[in-house]
């Protein structure tokens, strides 16, 4: 289960590298730069989803490492949140949010070991909706 999860950040990640590079060639400056702006905090999102699953995955060795992913995901979704008008983009950070949330409720109700692919799911259609 944990591999199917690396291999869904790798393929955010891939799809994420692939974006950054046509950005360019397929829309204008201004679009260029939002584009990048939302790939860029996707890319940073995608890092901390890889560092959640790392986190719980040896959350006995160290519990407060899935707490610190959490806040890393959480600010970069205030970032990427403060910097859209997009509807779709919205909505994709809205659904990490409360995967994030979800996470966090798992977790001080006692859970170990909480499931977070919703949490790579959302993650994942953002990084959709950040494609231009």
């Known amino acids: 289960m944990a591999a199917s999860r690396r291999r869904r950040t790798a393929a955010v990640a891939a799809t994420l590298a692939a974006v950054a590079l046509t950005a360019g060639l397929t829309t204008g400056c201004a679009a260029v730069d939002k584009a990048l702006d939302c790939v860029q905090t996707a890319d940073a999102i995608a890092d901390s989803v890889t560092e959640l699953q790392q986190a719980v995955d040896s959350a006995a060795n160290d519990p407060t490492q899935v707490d610190e992913s959490l806040d890393s995901i959480d600010k970069n979704l205030g970032d990427i949140g403060d910097k859209t008008d997009n509807a779709d983009v919205s909505k994709a950070v809205d659904d990490l949010d409360k995967a994030v949330d979800n996470v966090r409720t798992s977790i001080k109700?006692?859970?170990?070991?909480?499931d977070i692919s919703p949490v790579t799911d959302a993650a994942g259609e953002l990084t959709k909706v950040c494609t231009p």
Do not use: R, S, V
């Open 109 to 114: 109700n006692g859970d170990e070991t909480p």
